[in-house]
C-alpha cells in the first residue's frame, strides 16, 4: 500500500541517517559537530529527540540489582559500533517484515 511504502523508505532513511553520523571525542565519545545535522534530521524521522537518538548510541547502561542503573560512556569505538548494530537491527527488522509481506502475497 502507499503508506507502508511511505514507512519503508522512511525506515530506509533512518537507517541511512544513522550511517551518517560521525562521533569524536576520546572516552567520552560525542557526535561531531558536523554530524548534528544528520542526527537532527534522523531523530526526526525516527520520532524521537536528536538528545535521546545520541544518548543510545554514546551511553552504555549496566543495569545493577542491588543499585540504581549505571550509565557510563561509550568510547570512539563503542560507539561506532552501537550506531552500526542499531541500524543492523532496523534493517533487519525491515527486511524480516519484507520478507514475510512477499511470502503472504
Not at 6 to 22: A, M, P, Q
Not at 48 to 70: F, H, Q, T
Amino acid at each position: 500500500t502507499p503508506e507502508e511504502k511511505k514507512h519503508i523508505i522512511t525506515v530506509l532513511v533512518v537507517v541511512l541517517g544513522l550511517g551518517n553520523i560521525e562521533f569524536e571525542g576520546g572516552d567520552k565519545s560525542k557526535v561531531a559537530a558536523s554530524s548534528k545535522g544528520t542526527l537532527e534530521d534522523t531523530a526526526k524521522h525516527f520520532g524521537c529527540s536528536p538528545a535521546e537518538l545520541e544518548k543510545c548510541m554514546v551511553k552504555i547502561y549496566r543495569g545493577n540489582p542491588k543499585e540504581e542503573d549505571l550509565v557510563g560512556d561509550n568510547n570512539l569505538a563503542t560507539a561506532r559500533d552501537s550506531r552500526d548494530g542499531f541500524a543492523k537491527h532496523i534493517y533487519s527488522a525491515l527486511f524480516d517484515w519484507l520478507i514475510t509481506k512477499v511470502n503472504v502475497a
